[in-house]
Protein backbone atom coordinates (compact mmCIF):
# COMPACT_ATOMS: atom_id res chain seq x y z
CA UNK A 1 0.00 0.00 0.00
CA UNK A 2 2.61 2.75 1.09
CA UNK A 3 4.65 1.87 -2.22
CA UNK A 4 1.32 3.04 -4.25
CA UNK A 5 1.03 6.20 -2.29
CA UNK A 6 4.46 6.51 -3.20
CA UNK A 7 4.23 6.46 -6.88
CA UNK A 8 0.36 7.49 -6.90
CA UNK A 9 1.34 10.67 -8.14
CA UNK A 10 3.69 9.33 -11.17
CA UNK A 11 1.16 6.77 -12.05
CA UNK A 12 -1.74 9.58 -12.09
CA UNK A 13 0.52 12.05 -14.08
CA UNK A 14 1.66 9.17 -17.09
CA UNK A 15 -1.69 8.15 -17.58
CA UNK A 16 -3.22 11.94 -17.50
CA UNK A 17 -0.65 12.98 -19.78
CA UNK A 18 -2.04 10.42 -22.17
CA UNK A 19 -5.58 11.50 -21.89
CA UNK A 20 -5.59 15.60 -21.26
CA UNK A 21 -2.92 18.39 -21.10
CA UNK A 22 -0.40 18.60 -19.98
CA UNK A 23 -0.92 21.31 -17.78
CA UNK A 24 -4.10 19.17 -16.05
CA UNK A 25 -1.51 16.60 -16.14
CA UNK A 26 1.10 18.10 -13.62
CA UNK A 27 -1.35 20.24 -11.54
CA UNK A 28 -2.98 16.56 -10.67
CA UNK A 29 0.37 15.04 -9.80
CA UNK A 30 1.60 17.58 -7.97
CA UNK A 31 -2.63 17.60 -6.14
CA UNK A 32 -1.65 14.09 -5.56
CA UNK A 33 1.37 14.47 -4.20
CA UNK A 34 -0.24 16.90 -1.35
CA UNK A 35 -2.57 14.56 -0.49
CA UNK A 36 0.38 11.67 -0.03
CA UNK A 37 1.99 14.46 2.53
CA UNK A 38 -1.23 15.15 4.48
CA UNK A 39 -2.06 11.69 4.94
CA UNK A 40 2.06 11.35 6.37
CA UNK A 41 1.49 14.18 8.33
CA UNK A 42 -1.74 12.87 9.52
CA UNK A 43 -0.28 9.56 10.31
CA UNK A 44 2.16 11.22 12.78
CA UNK A 45 5.34 10.60 10.25
CA UNK A 46 7.77 12.70 8.43
CA UNK A 47 7.17 14.94 5.38
CA UNK A 48 9.29 13.12 2.77
CA UNK A 49 11.66 14.62 0.37
CA UNK A 50 10.37 13.03 -2.39
CA UNK A 51 6.71 13.55 -2.23
CA UNK A 52 7.85 17.57 -1.19
CA UNK A 53 10.42 18.08 -4.21
CA UNK A 54 7.41 16.15 -6.17
CA UNK A 55 4.82 18.41 -5.54
CA UNK A 56 7.05 21.25 -6.01
CA UNK A 57 8.77 19.85 -9.41
CA UNK A 58 4.82 19.50 -10.67
CA UNK A 59 3.33 22.57 -9.73
CA UNK A 60 6.42 24.60 -10.89
CA UNK A 61 6.26 22.78 -14.25
CA UNK A 62 2.42 23.77 -14.53
CA UNK A 63 3.51 27.68 -13.58
CA UNK A 64 5.28 27.42 -16.40
CA UNK A 65 3.08 25.78 -18.37
CA UNK A 66 0.46 28.24 -17.82
CA UNK A 67 2.14 31.48 -17.41
CA UNK A 68 5.29 31.39 -19.90
CA UNK A 69 5.17 28.53 -22.97
CA UNK A 70 1.54 26.55 -23.21
CA UNK A 71 3.46 24.91 -26.19
CA UNK A 72 6.04 22.88 -24.56
CA UNK A 73 5.26 19.56 -26.09
CA UNK A 74 4.93 16.73 -24.10
CA UNK A 75 8.47 15.33 -24.55
CA UNK A 76 9.70 18.82 -23.17
CA UNK A 77 7.34 18.38 -19.89
CA UNK A 78 8.26 14.32 -19.63
CA UNK A 79 12.15 15.78 -19.97
CA UNK A 80 11.50 18.53 -17.30
CA UNK A 81 9.69 15.59 -15.05
CA UNK A 82 11.82 13.03 -15.49
CA UNK A 83 15.25 15.66 -15.02
CA UNK A 84 13.54 17.07 -11.67
CA UNK A 85 13.23 13.41 -10.13
CA UNK A 86 16.57 12.72 -11.28
CA UNK A 87 18.10 16.01 -9.91
CA UNK A 88 15.66 15.10 -6.15
CA UNK A 89 16.93 11.59 -5.83
CA UNK A 90 20.55 12.58 -6.88
CA UNK A 91 20.34 15.41 -4.46
CA UNK A 92 19.37 13.76 -1.28
CA UNK A 93 22.39 11.87 -1.96
CA UNK A 94 24.59 14.83 -1.86
CA UNK A 95 23.41 15.92 0.80
CA UNK A 96 23.76 12.91 2.62
CA UNK A 97 19.97 12.13 3.12
CA UNK A 98 19.15 9.39 0.46
CA UNK A 99 15.58 9.85 -0.22
CA UNK A 100 14.40 6.08 0.81
CA UNK A 101 16.11 6.95 4.21
CA UNK A 102 12.64 8.42 5.40
CA UNK A 103 10.38 5.48 4.11
CA UNK A 104 13.13 2.78 6.08
CA UNK A 105 13.49 4.25 9.03
CA UNK A 106 9.58 4.67 9.90
CA UNK A 107 8.85 1.09 8.51
CA UNK A 108 12.33 -0.95 10.75
CA UNK A 109 12.70 -0.96 14.46
CA UNK A 110 14.88 1.52 15.74
CA UNK A 111 17.77 -1.21 15.95
CA UNK A 112 18.00 -2.08 12.90
CA UNK A 113 18.21 2.02 11.66
CA UNK A 114 20.89 2.18 13.56
CA UNK A 115 22.91 -0.80 11.70
CA UNK A 116 25.91 0.49 10.15
CA UNK A 117 25.06 -0.87 7.05
CA UNK A 118 21.65 0.72 6.75
CA UNK A 119 22.51 3.76 5.54
CA UNK A 120 24.83 2.65 2.85
CA UNK A 121 21.92 0.32 1.50
CA UNK A 122 19.56 3.29 1.54
CA UNK A 123 22.68 4.97 -0.99
CA UNK A 124 22.55 1.93 -2.86
CA UNK A 125 18.26 1.73 -3.33
CA UNK A 126 18.19 5.18 -4.09
CA UNK A 127 21.35 5.10 -6.69
CA UNK A 128 19.00 2.70 -8.59
CA UNK A 129 16.34 5.14 -8.50
CA UNK A 130 18.58 8.01 -9.53
CA UNK A 131 19.87 5.24 -12.54
CA UNK A 132 16.31 4.96 -13.18
CA UNK A 133 15.15 8.54 -13.32
CA UNK A 134 18.68 8.85 -16.03
CA UNK A 135 17.34 5.94 -18.36
CA UNK A 136 13.81 7.42 -18.56
CA UNK A 137 15.75 11.36 -19.42
CA UNK A 138 18.36 9.71 -21.83
CA UNK A 139 14.91 7.74 -23.71
CA UNK A 140 13.61 11.02 -23.68
CA UNK A 141 16.47 12.78 -25.36
CA UNK A 142 16.78 10.28 -27.72
CA UNK A 143 13.41 11.03 -29.15
CA UNK A 144 14.40 15.04 -29.40
CA UNK A 145 17.46 14.27 -31.24
CA UNK A 146 15.78 11.14 -32.91
CA UNK A 147 12.42 12.47 -33.68
CA UNK A 148 12.11 9.02 -36.11
CA UNK A 149 12.09 6.91 -33.15
CA UNK A 150 8.78 5.13 -32.25
CA UNK A 151 6.93 6.92 -28.66
CA UNK A 152 6.75 3.85 -27.30
CA UNK A 153 10.33 3.07 -27.07
CA UNK A 154 10.54 6.30 -24.69
CA UNK A 155 7.75 4.76 -22.95
CA UNK A 156 8.91 0.91 -22.69
CA UNK A 157 12.57 2.63 -21.45
CA UNK A 158 10.37 3.92 -18.63
CA UNK A 159 8.09 1.18 -17.92
CA UNK A 160 11.41 -1.20 -17.43
CA UNK A 161 13.46 1.17 -15.83
CA UNK A 162 10.49 1.71 -13.00
CA UNK A 163 10.31 -1.43 -12.39
CA UNK A 164 13.55 -2.58 -12.17
CA UNK A 165 14.00 0.32 -9.06
CA UNK A 166 10.70 -1.08 -7.70
CA UNK A 167 12.25 -4.77 -7.76
CA UNK A 168 15.51 -3.67 -6.71
CA UNK A 169 14.11 -1.74 -3.82
CA UNK A 170 12.00 -5.35 -3.03
CA UNK A 171 15.27 -7.63 -3.75
CA UNK A 172 18.05 -5.92 -2.35
CA UNK A 173 16.87 -5.51 1.50
CA UNK A 174 16.24 -9.21 1.09
CA UNK A 175 19.88 -10.13 -0.07
CA UNK A 176 21.15 -7.94 2.37
CA UNK A 177 19.73 -9.23 5.31
CA UNK A 178 20.55 -12.80 4.03
CA UNK A 179 24.18 -11.71 3.28
CA UNK A 180 25.24 -9.58 5.73
CA UNK A 181 22.31 -9.80 8.15
CA UNK A 182 21.67 -6.13 7.89
CA UNK A 183 18.00 -5.09 6.91
CA UNK A 184 17.10 -2.80 4.96
CA UNK A 185 13.71 -1.79 4.48
CA UNK A 186 13.52 1.06 1.62
CA UNK A 187 10.38 2.16 0.43
CA UNK A 188 7.54 -0.26 2.14
CA UNK A 189 5.39 -2.44 0.13
CA UNK A 190 2.47 -2.43 3.04
CA UNK A 191 1.61 -0.88 5.90
Known sequence: MAIFLILAPYGAYTFLMLVTSAIASVFAASAICLVTIAID????RSVKILAAGSAIL?????????????????????????????????????VRRPFTLQYAVEAVPAET????????ANYIITGA????????????????????????????????????????????????QTKYGTPAVALPTSR
Open 41 to 44: VARG
Open 58 to 94: FAAIGLYLAMIDQKLGTLGVKLSVDLGIFVISLGSML
Open 113 to 120: AAMPGFLT
Open 129 to 176: WTAAALLMMAANIALLYFPGLPVWSSLAVAFAARNCAIYFTKWYPEYR
